[in-house]
């Protein structure tokens, strides 16, 4: 985790803390919530609903919302190690290492002034998210997913990304736009039976900004930044999974690569392949 969380934070993350649950009876939460799609462990606390966050949204984006954020202040990155995220998997679906009810996610958010740099963004934190591959000794495969208007409006971009990760992409285009994101790329270690193990993610939220009401100005107006949704290595029991498979594979050498919760989680100089 260390090694991660001094990866991002070199990088421009800002480390933060933030809650683990939530009120749905605030607007913002429970539509976010609602959008994510994932199942939730919901509860009743009072006569307030209340759920345990999946991911660490919607605590960085209520810093956000409360922040104020200049235009000279972008891009913002805010990072965390969010050692509790829940997911509410049915009997059946836990599965080892790789799918389970309460797990690691390193998460990061950044806001960004516009487009432009959104799309600039999501190339440079993918190239990051591939270096944490060749840090951890595994082999990433990519899917690049986004909307057929997003491509459409973005092709010449989409095919500088697929050429500057410098390996082959799925590319896949949806009709439609069902879910916060415009586009996205998803990084995956193939298991020993050819099932993907995903890992690194990297999204473009066009919605957050404005359900929140996170806004930063430029001096004459305020606007509603595009956001980044980022996982650098993916939860940390899914990479140590991805590295039992690789360690399985008779001509891998296992990596430098340990699993350590004592100490805190980010030392303030840059590691390689030491400490998750």
Excluded at 42 to 50: A, I
Excluded at 187 to 200: H, K, Q, S, T, V
Aim: net charge negative; proline share 5%.
């Amino acid at each position: 985790m260390r090694y991660v969380s001094d990866l991002v934070v070199d990088d421009g993350g800002m480390p933060v803390e933030t809650p683990i649950m939530y009120d749905l009876g605030a607007r913002p939460i429970r539509e976010h919530a609602e959008k994510f799609g994932e199942r939730q462990y919901r509860f009743e606390s009072g006569d307030r609903r209340m759920m345990l966050r999946f991911a660490a949204c919607f605590g960085q984006f209520s810093i956000m919302r409360d922040m104020h954020i200049s235009v000279n202040d972008l891009p913002l990155r805010i990072y965390e190690m969010s050692t509790y995220s829940f997911r509410r998997e049915q009997r059946g679906e836990v599965s080892g290492l790789k799918r389970q009810r309460a797990f690691t996610m390193p998460d990061m958010h950044t806001a960004t002034r516009d487009a432009d740099q959104a799309r600039e963004e999501l190339l440079r934190q993918a190239k990051l998210a591939l270096q944490t591959g060749v840090d951890l000794g595994l082999n990433y495969e990519a899917a690049f997913r986004m909307t057929k208007a997003f491509y459409e409006d973005n092709e010449r971009w989409v095919k500088t990304v697929v050429s500057e990760l410098d390996k082959p992409v799925l590319v896949e285009l949806l009709p439609e736009r069902h879910h916060y994101w415009s586009a996205k790329i998803d990084f995956a270690a193939i298991d020993g039976l050819g099932r993907p193990i995903e890992n690194p993610t990297v999204q473009i939220d066009v919605e957050s900004a404005e359900r929140f009401d996170i806004e930063y100005t430029d001096g004459a107006k305020t606007h509603h930044p595009p956001i980044l949704h980022y996982s650098p290595s993916g939860g940390i029991e899914r990479v140590m999974a991805a590295l039992r498979e690789d360690c399985n594979d008779g001509d891998a050498t296992p990596p430098d690569v340990a699993l350590a919760h004592a100490g805190p989680l980010y030392s303030g100089k840059r590691r390689t392949r030491t400490a998750l």
